[in-house]
């Protein structure tokens, strides 16, 4: 897609939760449009509502826990259009959060661990040890694959 056809920017946030075993936490999701992604925690920003405000509102609907944001890990920084829409460009904030009640998340061991209604959206989340996350092999977003190699980094060992 060329950018010139673009109208609108998308503004997602999206929270890194590690936990005191060096897993990160991630979600297996199917869209509405039948399609499947392993990606981090979060979703779009609504209007009026901070970066901050809007991670929080999004583990509390998806996860049911409050999190806490310690630091912003990455912004977008290359031009990525939408993949589920024609006319809008993906602006991704991610951030380090911490969770105390981390352990009452609801979480599979089985990747995509849910029924599938057509047409409708599903989730669940799982552990994955920060030194088995491939980008290649788990995770197919661009923005979230800058991430994981970033992740990768960070946390080596």
Not at 68 to 85: I, L, N
Not at 98 to 125: L, R
């Amino acid at each position: 897609m060329e950018a010139q056809h673009i109208t609108r920017f998308n503004v997602r946030v999206y929270g890194l939760l590690i936990n005191e075993h060096q897993q990160i936490l991630v979600t297996d999701e199917v869209f509405k449009n039948g399609g499947r992604a392993t990606k981090f925690p979060g979703g779009g920003l609504e209007l009026g509502e901070g970066l901050r405000d809007g991670l929080g509102r999004e583990y509390q609907e998806e996860a049911g826990v409050a999190v806490t944001v310690v630091d912003h890990f990455y912004t977008t920084d290359f031009f990525q259009p939408s993949f589920f829409d024609n006319d809008s460009q993906i602006i991704s904030v991610y951030y380090t959060c911490q969770c105390p009640d981390w352990q009452s998340i609801k979480t599979s061991d089985t990747k995509f661990d849910f029924v599938v209604i057509a047409g409708e959206e599903a989730e669940s989340f799982r552990w994955v040890n920060l030194k088995d996350l491939d980008k290649e092999v788990d995770i197919i977003l661009p923005i979230d694959k800058v991430v994981v190699q970033m992740l990768r980094e960070r946390y080596k060992g």
